[in-house]
């Protein structure tokens, strides 16, 4: 019986795991879309998408580029992946009036097929380091090294090599017929068919095995973010890094001074979390996070003291610089917009300058409640004062003293209290 049980069982699983490949068709190609500057989700997708192709099956992972550069640890990143990939790997700049710069020739050049569409370029492959600006030094040894690092996959795929040192040294940038005609890439196609089609037959070398294409009329599956990596990426990009971080610290900084609101501490707290997942994939300067800290400490002090608007002057100016600072790269793709800065600035200045002009109107209005309360009120005398006696205010009967003798039934004002005592004086 047992025997019998242990059989269906292995049965149903063949059967699951047979019908599970039956969906996969006999031809296909994995592809993968890149679009945007690259970095560490970018190195995540490519890594995670050359696994599903050499687990599928695929006769080909097409990473379908548009780029205008990135990080240089990152780049060394999808290359290393690239070259020791044991599927071929195929890079098409796509579609038309895309571009693969800066990192995006280091990918191409990696890649076992390097193909463009028309109407696309590719070129100024000047590294961008995560540290921002160098020395002139430091520049040189960077250069020297993304020039020897290129060369050497140039030599491998079989490409021009003279090319990619004036890609990297001069800014050069060159159309896909230049790059066809140059040997930096083996094919120009229009879309993805044609691609396919074009690439069917052509023999590439994966490790120490040549492996022949057969990619003609394959289908295509088509590699889909995931929930976390389509979040990642969207706090990745500069402006929300800039606006979470900005949030995060005014929100922690109200439940500072507001302890027990709980709702700003809790907000502020995420978004500082997701902030500096966002910072570790970008060039931070942190003296633009110190402006930005010390801005929203100007403008909690303009609240609790009178500088007649200096200290939220000084709190506008601080936040701006901080937004101009926050990213320390010349990639202008890596910078944060100038006019997410202004709107940023300009919300925050309004939120503070709105919550002083109500503290101001509250320390103007008098005091409702309390001994404090009873403070010019207006009552009549219920026992004749002399130098005490009763008063009838507010709903209540109190004791009252008074410089000069008052009547009873005259009325009287409340001056000052003393416990549960009022000084009162005639009402003239």
């Not at 679009?35 to 099956?57: Q, W, Y």
Request: hydrophobic content about 50%; proline content about 3%.
């Amino acid at each position: 019986m047992r025997t019998t049980f242990l059989s269906i069982i292995v049965l149903f699983l063949t059967m699951c795991t047979t019908g599970a490949q039956s969906q996969l068709p006999d031809r296909h190609v994995t592809v993968l879309d890149i679009d945007g500057a690259i970095g560490p989700i970018a190195v995540k997708l490519i890594e995670r998408s050359i696994e599903e192709a050499e687990g599928n099956g695929s006769a080909a992972l097409v990473i379908r580029l548009n780029t205008p550069g990135g990080l240089t640890n990152s780049t060394w990143k999808i290359t290393t992946a690239i070259l020791n990939a044991r599927v071929p790997v195929i890079v098409y700049v796509w579609p038309s009036g895309a571009r693969a710069g800066s990192a995006g020739v280091f990918i191409t050049y990696s890649a076992h097929i390097a193909a463009m569409a028309s109407g696309t370029n590719i070129g100024a492959a000047t590294p961008i380091q995560m540290e921002g600006k160098m020395d002139s030094t430091l520049a040189k040894k960077v250069t020297n090294d993304a020039v020897a690092n290129l060369r050497s996959i140039a030599e491998k795929r079989g490409r021009n090599q003279n090319w990619v040192e004036r890609a990297i040294r001069d800014g050069e940038s060159i159309t896909a017929s230049q790059a066809l005609d140059s040997n930096v890439i083996e094919f120009i196609a229009d879309d993805m068919t044609e691609l396919l089609a074009a690439v069917d037959g052509y023999e590439v070398t994966l490790q120490k095995r040549v492996d022949t294409l057969r990619t003609a009329g394959a289908t295509t599956i088509v590699i889909e973010k995931t929930f976390s990596e389509k979040i990642l990426e969207i706090i990745s990009n500069p402006n929300i890094a800039f606006i979470l971080f900005t949030l995060g610290s005014l929100g922690l900084v109200m439940e500072l001074y507001h302890p027990g609101a709980i709702v700003p501490g809790v907000v502020g707290g995420i978004c500082i979390i997701l902030a500096f997942f966002a910072f570790q994939t970008l060039p931070i300067n942190y003296s633009g996070i110190a402006l930005i800290i010390f801005a929203i400490i100007l403008f909690l002090l303009e609240i609790k003291i009178t500088s007649y608007g200096v200290l939220s002057i000084g709190g506008i100016v601080s936040l701006a610089l901080g937004g101009i600072f926050l990213i320390d790269s010349p990639g202008p793709y890596l910078e944060v917009s100038k006019g997410v800065i202004a709107v940023v600035v300009g919300f925050t200045a309004a939120f503070f300058l709105f919550a002083l002009r109500y503290v101001l109107k509250a320390r103007k209005e008098q005091v409702a409640t309390g001994g404090e309360g009873l403070i010019g009120q207006v009552g009549v005398i219920k026992q004749r004062i002399d130098p005490s006696g009763m008063i009838y205010v507010a709903g209540a009967l109190w004791k009252a003293v008074a410089d000069e003798p008052i009547e009873e039934g005259d009325k009287a004002v409340v001056v000052s209290v003393d416990g549960m005592t009022l000084k009162v004086q005639r009402k003239t």
